[in-house]
């Protein structure tokens, strides 16, 4: 009997002088765009990877603040199941010379409206759903998420 889990990964949502910080990755589909993101890794706590996602794939430095939402979605394509943790907070650092995570093409700062206007470059449907509710102010308490060492 095959054991079923979901991907658990995590997202940063930041926002700066009116534009969202994306990534723009190289995908089995060509180069999509993305909120800085990346799977939970064994042992370290969901806001200690979203920091690290964060660093790795954009050379900023993030310190969150709120929980935007948590998000299950199924990727039809590669049969996966994903269950995102949205975060928001603020850049506290860039480091420029920064080498970026393998496949990172570049990290943008593109407008609410310049989102929208490229979903179809979107890497899932979870890109512009997580903007979309940050700009909505859905914002929940970090000490809603509670991790055991």
């Known amino acids: 009997m095959m054991v079923w889990k979901p991907n658990v990964t995590v997202a940063a949502v930041v926002v700066q002088d009116g ?11 060509g180069a ?19 920091v690290r996602e964060t ?7 993030f310190t969150p603040t709120h929980l935007v939402g948590i998000y299950r ?7 996966t199941t994903y269950l ?17 995570d393998t496949g990172i093409l570049q990290a943008v700062w593109l407008t609410s409206d310049e989102i ?10 979870l890109v512009l759903r997580c903007m979309e509710d940050h700009l909505a102010g859905k914002r929940y308490p970090l000490d809603l998420l509670v991790h055991y060492e």
Request: aromatic share 8%; glycine share 8%.
């Open 116 to 125: 929208r206007a490229s979903k179809t470059r979107h890497r899932s449907p």
């Open 19 to 29: 534009k969202f910080l994306l990534v723009e990755e190289e995908t089995g589909l």
């Open 84 to 100: 995102r943790f949205a975060f928001t907070g603020d850049i506290t650092g860039h480091e420029a010379d920064r080498a970026l």
């Open 55 to 61: 660093l790795e794939e954009s050379a900023y430095h």
């Open 32 to 50: 999509r765009f993305n909120q800085p993101a990346g799977h939970l890794e064994a042992g370290e706590s969901l806001l200690a990877a979203v």
């Open 73 to 79: 979605w199924h990727a039809v394509e590669s049969h």
